[in-house]
């Protein structure tokens, strides 16, 4: 192993000293070898909770045996989970089939529209989803989605009452370990497993990823305080999964604050890049580059992999190589796409969609009139344009074409997939775009724009820091010439993984 930097040093004696810790480890710096090396400094018995299984299955190759390495759903799986084996490997079936077995069979009409059973059906199983990533101990209102084109507060309020009565009985029918109509997902044996409050048997607890956490996972690791040492492990500015019920539980977190910032993976330049979008996240670290790894910043015809802000602007990338004769791989394949160009030859062909985007829509004019016009709706307008452009079949076909990544020529991702992963090369994406010029001038009468926002920055951040040798800042080269020291908090439009 290479001679420890002094901020490793720094991190190893805290631990060996029993405080509990929050390290701060910008991308690159060496976060896992870091742990590891926390692990190996101690004879006590440990826990490492990880993000995915892939990171639990490197992890515990470079641990001792006297740290377990699993995932949190691994972990509630081996308490509580293993009873539910036999309905976790049930059938798929369409959620209204769920729903007409907890007695949703006919619409509702909520205002001007009408809700139909099948969108019933998926807003009370989505309702408990929300349930299973929140720390609540009750199925509340707060969980019930808000379902597009339902405007008023009054409308929201009169689906909820609706859903919340399934929903509970949905929940009621989980909890049978041998049958039942709903189908069960790993995240239902997590939340039973959270609501036993379960001690977990270690001296210490690693949480990786800890910027990206559930508060479910949040409120089961806290609870450890008492009898084990806890150490929190991540990185503020990667914390783009909000959307998802994921949370930064490292800002608030009671532990001596440590940071890592030299990153290993990139030169200085590209430090500098990813310091100007840390500044604009009011992260709390800034990054060094390594002087062995020199990043260069600027064109790349063929990139090894092009990032892209959303999964429409992916889409859109993805047939424009496929057009000019690339082998493309698109990062965890296409179901997502493929999904959402379904659902639009439905509406285009006079049927109503399940696809929970698109239900309340009764056919393909109203989703380009609601993009093109609704304040709300912005965010679909991509989409409309490439389903307008190119029409459903031929997405379709293009997600059939995709290669898979060890053969294709350029891997095309979302930021958002991308993140944990790295390729020598890499180019962002069209897709982040400048924010809107405002209706101010500045001194020499331009328009100044709108102020970048915090999740657009993380974002960016994610993105430049994936390259190793080198970066074409491509769909960011507006940065350059934006004030980006005016800050501000106004909404991000469209998300990497909706």
């Keep these: 192993m290479p001679t420890p930097t002094d901020e490793q040093v720094q991190a190893a004696d805290t631990f060996r000293a029993g405080h509990h810790l929050v390290l701060q480890a910008g991308a690159g710096t060496g976060k896992t070898t870091t742990v590891a090396m926390l692990a190996a400094s101690t004879k006590r018995r440990g826990r490492y909770l990880a993000f995915n299984k892939d990171i639990a299955r490197d992890a515990a190759n470079r641990f001792p045996s006297t740290v377990m390495c699993k995932t949190a759903h691994a972990t509630a799986y081996a308490a509580l989970g293993h009873r539910y084996a036999s309905r976790l490997n049930g059938p798929r ?32 199983l989505r309702a408990v989803t929300r349930y299973c990533y929140s720390a609540d101990r009750a199925l509340s209102r707060n969980h019930v989605p808000n379902l597009r084109r339902l405007a008023t507060h009054a409308e929201r309020v009169q689906l909820a009452d609706v859903v919340l009565p399934f929903a509970a009985k949905a929940w009621v029918d989980l909890q049978n370990p041998d049958q039942g109509a709903v189908r069960f997902e790993h995240d239902h044996y997590l939340k039973m497993w959270a609501l036993t409050q379960p001690k977990i048997e270690a001296d210490f607890l690693f949480l990786d990823e800890a910027q990206d956490t559930n508060p479910v996972l949040e409120q089961v690791f806290n609870a ?66 390594s002087e062995t790894t020199p990043t260069e910043i600027g064109d790349i015809a063929n990139p090894d992999a092009v990032l892209c802000r959303t999964n429409i602007g992916a889409m859109a990338k993805v047939m424009r190589l496929l057009s000019e004769g690339r082998s493309v791989a698109l990062a965890r394949g296409g179901h997502t796409l493929a999904a959402l160009a379904l659902a639009a030859r439905d509406l285009k062909e006079g049927r109503h969609s399940s696809h929970p985007e698109l239900v309340l829509f009764g056919s393909w004019g109203e989703v380009q009139d609601y993009a093109a016009y609704d304040p709300a709706g912005g965010d679909l307008q991509p989409f409309v344009d490439l389903v307008d452009t190119h029409g459903p079949n031929a997405i379709l076909a293009a997600v059939d074409e995709l290669a898979d990544e060890e053969h294709a020529d350029v891997t095309v991702s979302t930021a958002h997939k991308a993140k944990g992963r790295e390729w020598p090369t890499v180019r962002i994406g069209d897709d982040f775009v400048p924010p809107k ?39 960011l080269a507006w940065f350059d010439a934006h004030p980006a020291d005016s800050k501000g908090p106004h909404e991000a439009v469209g998300r990497g993984d909706g």
């Design 93 to 124: 079936q369409p959620a209204w089939k769920a729903g007409q077995a907890l007695g949703i069979t006919r619409p509702i009409r909520i205002g001007d529209h009408e809700i139909s059973h099948k969108t019933l059906s998926h807003t009370v």
């Design 224 to 289: 450890q305080r008492d009898h084990a040492q806890l150490v929190m492990v991540g990185d503020s500015a990667q914390a783009i999964y909000g959307w998802r019920g994921a949370c930064d539980v490292m800002v608030d977190f009671d532990a001596t604050a440590l940071t890592l910032t030299r990153s290993f993976r990139f030169g200085p330049l590209l430090a500098e890049q990813a310091n100007r979008w840390l500044e604009l996240a009011e992260a709390p670290i800034r990054l060094t580059g």
């Design 437 to 475: 010029d405002t209706d101010q001038l500045d001194a020499e009468g331009r328009p100044i724009p709108e102020p970048i926002n915090d999740t657009d920055a993380r974002l960016a951040y994610v993105a430049v820091t994936r390259a190793r040798r080198g970066l074409d800042l491509g769909g």
